[in-house]
C-alpha cells in the first residue's frame, strides 16, 4: 500500500509545502486558528509571554505533526530527475 502525505515537501529548500490532504488541512487550519484566538485573548502587546508561549506550543506541534505525516524532508533544488 503506498504511503499517503499529509504535507508534501517544497520543490525548493527544506521543509513542506502545503497541505496534500484534507487532514493536512485540518491542522493547518487548526493551528492558524489557534494563532488568531491566541492573539485576541492575549494581546501580544499587554502578555508577551503567555503568546510568544503559545506561538511556540502551536508551532512545535504543527513541525511535529508534518514530520509524522510529510514527506521526509531533504534539501531540494527543483525537480528530481
Known sequence: MKQRYWFYAKQYGWGWGL???W???CVMGSYIMTLFVASICMPPHRL????????????VLLLAVAWKT????RWRWGKDT
Do not use: D, Q
Not at 49 to 57: C, I, L, Y
Open 70 to 73: 510529510g514527506e521526509p524532508p
Open 48 to 59: 508577551p509571554f503567555e503568546f510568544g508561549s503559545t506561538v511556540t506550543v502551536a508551532t
Open 19 to 21: 497541505p496534500a490532504t
Open 23 to 25: 487532514e493536512g488541512w
